[in-house]
């Protein structure tokens, strides 16, 4: 009875709390949007974003496009 017991109150914490325990990724861009001054044609540009792991995991970047 009481191994039963034990078992359906952990059942009911795993499932009142699903994100509990699990590594999370989040990432925060200083300064997101840069605007480039006017520059006579043909000049290479280039600007640096900064990317914080704010996660408690490995962040994973795969893919990234213009908006």
């Known amino acids: ?3 039963k017991m034990l ?17 999370l990724q989040k990432a925060d861009i200083i300064d997101p949007v840069f605007t480039f001054q006017p520059v006579p044609e043909g000049v290479h540009v280039d600007h640096t974003f900064i990317v ?3 996660g408690d995991t490995l962040l994973r970047i795969e893919k990234v496009s213009p908006p």
Do not use: D, E, I, R
């Open 1 to 3: 009875m009481k191994q």
């Open 7 to 23: 078992l359906m109150t952990v059942l009911m914490m795993v499932l009142a709390f699903p994100c509990a325990g699990m590594a």
């Open 52 to 54: 914080k792991n704010t």
